[in-house]
């Protein structure tokens, strides 16, 4: 009997996948420590014999494995970022992927874990939450043959783990799997579609295919278990589907391979996801297919508009996570202005410098500063931010820091003061500070990692408001959670923000970001999410737009006389 001590894993994401895998690890021995955004999820964990935490952090640090079961590559990214900030990851030990991510992402995150000796696997799983639940999973593995091997015997509880090639590669494998899967499960919907029509029991004709060439997946597995039986209850979200099919596209457009089928086939799915419910299992294309089969892709203009208006809204909660009745009466009169800027508030979640979390944070600081205090972007962002994964500190944090922008009173008026003083001869050069003065200097530069000359006068002449100040704008220095770094991106935030614009202090915290670790593509991302402000006068102003216009048209509608009126 082999003595070997068996590692401790981490699970981070126990939804449909992480939840059975787990339970898998715990009956082989593993002790397992999960963490998921879900309380039930974890609390599932812990009745199945693991043990669940309130933090990925948490997991990670009982651990020498963590395995991550994440919906896509922007959530693995955040939750990594957050495991390196708080150096959770011990050196030498190994992160798994086993979500379906983007392979060009996973091979950026394989260096950044690296710098920090943590070595990243990928191993995306096929075989579904069945094959989840009995361990019988297809795990397609890319990193070097040695991280396999560290790895292989825990993947070896879950299902059969195969080595595809470096870093990177299962992921590659998997999002290329699924495409051809999704495709094979719409060429079957047409052709089952098809079928019936002429009087054939769809039944029969799986049954069949299953015992000749155009067998797949979906006709010995998806049709016979969810399709046929009209539970359309796999497990596998209609949106995860689409976001593999696109990370196989993309990947075949950047070299060059050809894929029309492919994106003929993400333009269909595409539009059964505006169709169908948020949340859709992917077995439900077949029920669409077959309640659309007369033309699915017909270039029907008014059916077009409608799904290209369904497709825009969507597209704007899938940036901002809301949509209410000021969005659509944008949609509903100027559908080209807002795709436009659809596009425009895109880009920085495209690019993903920053974390989602991080990104909400930013529009709540530019939404609730002082200068702009636009209430319903306020509301809108604590609750996407929350979504994000925020906790309640974090949103206080960030508001405590836009609240030190009136400070720029001072920053601006005493030196104002100070030229009209000299310009009336009340003053001619700077008193000396005196003890307590550059005590309260030395205190601040000690505390914020930084001195600026346009404190100088407000240190000489108003010590006391200096004083208070200093003690009002440390608290989240002191107490918060948030790393200076992004402290410091929440000022720029509100400096940036077009109802601000306060330069000196913009330069300043560019100039104290950078110093604290941030990159110039996320300080432009920030600066991205403070234009999005320009289009409140849309959000604002279109709505009551509307409602005069419906006025309007009421008023005629049941008063001719009122058009004659207005007329003459
Ligand atoms: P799911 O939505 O059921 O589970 C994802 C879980 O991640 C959820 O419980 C969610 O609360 C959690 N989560 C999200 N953000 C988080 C964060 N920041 N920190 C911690 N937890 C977070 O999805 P799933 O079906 O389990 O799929 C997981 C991955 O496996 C996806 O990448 C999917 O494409 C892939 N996959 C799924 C299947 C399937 O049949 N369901 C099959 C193969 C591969």
Redesign the pocket.
Known sequence: MSTEVLPDIAL????????PMAARLIGAGYRVTG????PA?RDRLTANGGTGVVT?VEAARAASVVIL????ST?VE??VRDLLDAAALAPGSVVVD????DPASTRELAQTLSAADVTLVDA??????KG?ENGKLTIMVGGSPEAFDTVRPVLESLGTPRLGGDVGAGHAI?AINNLLSATHLLATAEAAAAAQRFGLDPAVLIDMVNTSSGRSGSTDNKYPNFILPGTYD????LA??L??MKIATDLAAKVGAPALLGEQAVAMWERAQTELEPGADHTEIARWIDNNVDDPVADDSAADSEASKKALAQRIRDIHGTWDDGWQSILDLRPAFLAAYADLAEVPWKKNHLDDKTKELIYLAVDAAATHLHSPGVRQHIRAALD??ATPDEIMETIELTATLGIHAMNIGVPLLTEVLEEEGLRDTPAELTSYQRSLQEQFTTERGYWHEFWDEILELDPEMFEAYTEFSALPWRTGSLSPKVKELIYIAFDSAATHLYVKGWKLHIRNAIHHGATKEEILEVMEISSALGFQSATTAFPILADELDRRSRRSASSPDAIGGSQS
Request: cysteine-free.
């Open positions: 981070i994401g126990l939804g449909n996948m992480g939840s963490f998921d955004l879900d999820a990925a079961m994440l919906p896509n959530v955040a939750v086993m979500s379906s991510s995306p799983v096929s075989g579904g939450v989840a998997k796999s497990g596998f979200a995860l589907m976001k593999d994000h994964g």
